[in-house]
């Protein structure tokens, strides 16, 4: 054999070993984010033993994993959650200051941006977004002069911005602001069929999701099956091909419309809603399950979370079927309070995170950036994710000398602040609830009125946040007040150097 051919296939073989040490490398796992909407931390069993809804396979992925108890969205509602979720970096930092996008918003991720599915793509991931987006989309316009209708979008053209502008090689969610499937830009079927469910109980669609057009033939309940189905395909196909993938699963659910499909009806105590959970319980098995007969769960971290506390309206189910999402703490969606930020959080990796954990530490959705490239070994610009810290420590049971987060900024509907520091909790407006409690949950709280200019709170002595210490411990409220103005006349929230 020639000097040649042997240098050829020396090199060769090299390369095919470097090639199966990227394929094997352990630092390359398979992630799946699982986003829901408007899940209480109380909804799971798991996390509340006098939950009415049976959560069996999220209770198995907390036994197979890790389960957090302080685990926080940034925002007290979902657009501000989304977007601070995919970029690290509080939303009010953007050009959303208060409330959500509508159907019809431009994008919220600034084109340029650098996002964590971004990110993996760059380290040869495919990423898919599957399910609800709601951080904006541009479409092309018939007039152009106009306004982003479902009559004046020009559907047989593809989105001018869509997941796949930040950092998505794939995605399938709707075409807002109509109801019909989109696929990598693409309608499936033009909405044409105007609808009108305004008949419906409020607490059952709600919002502005009970009227306007859809795909002829679209249903609310085909939503979960559908992304269940194109879920499966992608980690199907991806493990196939042997390339290593980002799922970032978000079904709309339980948010309104609630509307589970017919086998889970009376699968819970909690009426609709409670069933509506089960079938979010459901969709999770089943893609933990083709997970495992694609050969993938052992190399594959997954996360499940919310963006957000469960709707107020499920106050009303404390009463009808004693069962409390919030877990018996004060705060519903949109609010300052815990009920509004405070999440279920589960994370499972096999071999990385010990099985049946729990931790304290508090977290934030932000820290998912941050995590993720340092699982990757990704260097963070400082530019980038400016308010995301890497809990890979606290995932993989590491023993903590400090706290990981300096503090969490917490954000409401109405645009109002809260910061939490340790045991700590600044609510910086004076008291009172954004949204309008329950009597009855404050009664059974033991909720005390006052007068103070602001809200000060600590959750060791008192974790329903029911008596103001704001007049009792001004001190610490100044400190709290200080360090929540920093970071928001900075451009980050992390240390000089970043952790």
Known sequence: MSVCRKVFFLLLFLFGICFSLIAADPKRPNIIMILADDLGQGDLSCNNPDSKIPTPHLDQLAAEGI??????????VCSPTRYALLTGRYAWRSALKKGVLNGASPPLIERG???????????????AAIGKWHLGHEWPLKE???KVTPGNIDWDQPAKYSALDAGFTYHFGLARPAWAFMENGHVISEPTEAFDLS??????????????????GFEFEDMIPAWIEKANGFIERNSELDTPFF??????????????????????????????VV?????????????????QADNTLVIFSADNGAEINTYGHIEKYDH????????????????????????RWPEHIPAGSQSEEVICLTDIFATVAAIIDFKVPEIAAEDSYSILPALTGETLRRPIREATVHHSSRGNFAIRQGDWVYIDHSTGAENKESDYALKTLG??????????????????????????????????????DRYRSNSSSLPHSRP
């Open 199 to 216: 008949h419906i109980p409020s607490e059952i669609i709600g919002g502005n999701n009970n009227r306007g057009f859809r795909q002829p």
């Open 447 to 484: 909720v005390l009125d006052d007068s103070e200019p602001a809200e000060l709170y600590n959750l060791v002595d008192d974790p329903n946040q029911t008596t103001n210490v704001y007049g009792r411990h001004p001190e610490k409220a100044l400190e709290l007040k200080k360090r929540l």
């Open 247 to 276: 799922v970032y699963f978000a079904p709309i659910c339980p948010h309104r419309p609630i509307n589970p499909n017919s086998e889970f009806h009376g699968k819970s105590e909690c009426g609709v809603f409670g069933d509506f």
């Open 144 to 146: 152009s002069s106009g």
């Open 113 to 127: 941006r650098l996002t964590f599915p971004s990110m993996l793509r760059s380290r040869g991931y495919s990423t």
């Open 67 to 76: 389960n957090f108890s302080d685990a926080h969205s940034p925002s007290g």
């Open 279 to 295: 079938e979010l319980d459901d969709a999770v098995g089943q893609l933990l399950a083709t997970l495992e007969k694609a050969g």
């Open 324 to 347: 409390w999402s919030s877990n018996g703490r004060r705060g519903a969606k949109r609010d300052l309070y815990e009920g509004g930020h405070r999440v279920p959080f589960i994370a």
